[in-house]
């Protein structure tokens, strides 16, 4: 395993924690944010049901690049719901957390410090999507998860991550 170095010429140390939706990501961010006080990036803020996987340009330019520069970053965050979220603003910190689908994938390997993979059986994600969403979400969790299987087989992120961890026990 690797230390959780900033890769050179990066000034914010970003740990990528990525798995399937449902797989325990944002609980496992939530629990290091509280242990570490940091900020986190949610892939969600980029991602939609329309487009889960082919947002993360977007995340490279108006997130990555900047924090890598020891700039602020500033994004509007997708729209999930009714209500239009606010533009976010992150500053640059010694650490900082980018949670979610493909957290870990290739295009954000020069900025990441430590990649973590959390593997969650797929019967559990979308148990676990359909209790948060209610059944009526259950068909949008199934394709979503087929869609993130096109991303683990071409980028395979679990050979990679620095660390794996059971998502199927709570963190």
């Not at 650490?95 to 993979?117: C, D, H, N």
């Not at 359909?130 to 009526?136: I, M, P, Q, T, Y």
């Amino acid at each position: 395993m690797s230390a959780c170095v900033a890769p050179p010429d990066v000034e914010t140390r970003i740990v990528g924690i990525d798995g399937h939706g449902g797989a325990g990501k944002s609980t496992l961010a939530e629990r290091v944010q509280g242990v570490l006080g940091t900020q986190v990036i949610h892939t969600d803020d980029f991602a939609s049901w329309d487009n889960p996987i082919n947002w993360w340009p977007l995340l490279v330019k108006r997130v990555l690049i900047p924090l890598a520069a020891g700039r602020p970053a500033t994004f509007q965050p997708t729209q999930w719901g009714a209500t239009k979220p606010d533009l976010i603003t992150l500053q640059p910190e010694q650490l900082t957390i980018l949670e979610g689908v493909t957290a870990i994938r290739s295009a954000f390997g020069p900025y990441l410090a430590l990649k973590i993979w959390v593997e969650t059986p797929r019967e559990l994600c979308i148990e676990r999507g359909v209790a948060r969403d209610g059944e009526e979400a259950r068909e949008q969790w199934e394709r979503g998860f087929d869609a993130e299987n096109g991303y683990v087989a071409r980028e395979q992120p679990h050979t990679h991550a620095d660390i794996v961890v059971d998502g199927r026990q709570a963190f």
